[in-house]
C-alpha cells in the first residue's frame, strides 16, 4: 500500500518570534527616554505674527446671544456690538398684530460696508391677523463696535400695530 509520508504540525516558532518583536518594539516606543526625545522635537512659539489658539473659536453656546426688540413703523430698534466681538445673527423671528406690515429689514456694518437683509411677512394659519416672518435662513454678521437696525416695512405709515423681532446668534470673539 502507497503511505503518504506524515505531516509535521505547522511550527509556532515565527508566530512567537513576532509576538516577542512586537513587543519588544512597543516597550521600547513607550519608554520615558523614546517620548522625551520625540518631545523635544517638537517646538511650540507663541509669536505675535503666528499666535497659539488657546480657546474654542467656534463654540456658539459659550457666547450665545439673544434678545428681542420692538420696532415700529417710525422708528427704528438697535443693538450694539460689543467693540471687541463680532455678533453672528442666524435666526430672525418677527411677529405682529397689524396686518399691514410688509417686512423686517435687519441692517449691519460687515467687513466696514454697510448691509442690509430683508425678511418678509406672511399670514399665519392661525385665525385672526397675526402676521409672522417667513422662514429664512440668515447669517448676518456684524463687526465688533458697530450697531446693529432693526426696521419694519409698512405700507400703512400710520399704524400703531405692535410688532416683536427676536434675533439670535452668537458672539466670536474679534481678538485672536
Do not use: C, H
Not at 426688540?69 to 460689543?82: D, K, M, T
Not at 385665525?127 to 465688533?144: E, H, M, N, Q, Y
Amino acid at each position: 500500500m502507497n503511505e503518504s509520508p506524515s505531516r509535521r504540525p505547522p511550527s509556532t516558532r515565527p508566530v512567537l518570534l513576532g509576538a516577542i518583536g512586537a513587543l519588544a518594539v512597543l516597550s521600547l516606543g513607550l519608554s520615558a527616554n523614546v517620548r522625551g526625545a520625540a518631545a523635544a522635537l517638537v517646538q511650540v512659539t507663541n509669536g505675535a505674527a503666528n499666535p497659539v489658539m488657546t480657546k474654542a473659536v467656534d463654540d456658539p453656546a459659550r457666547t450665545a446671544f439673544g434678545t428681542r426688540v420692538f420696532p415700529n413703523v417710525r422708528n427704528a430698534a438697535s443693538i450694539q456690538v460689543p467693540p471687541n466681538k463680532y455678533l453672528v445673527i442666524d435666526t430672525v423671528i418677527g411677529f405682529t398684530n397689524g396686518s399691514t406690515v410688509t417686512d423686517v429689514e435687519i441692517g449691519a456694518q460687515t467687513a466696514g460696508a454697510g448691509t442690509g437683509t430683508l425678511i418678509p411677512f406672511a399670514l399665519s394659519a392661525r385665525p385672526g391677523s397675526w402676521l409672522f416672518t417667513v422662514p429664512t435662513p440668515v447669517r448676518i454678521v456684524a463687526d465688533p463696535g458697530s450697531t446693529v437696525y432693526i426696521s419694519v416695512e409698512d405700507s400703512n405709515f400710520n399704524d400703531s400695530a405692535g410688532i416683536n423681532v427676536d434675533l439670535k446668534g452668537y458672539y466670536v470673539d474679534a481678538t485672536p
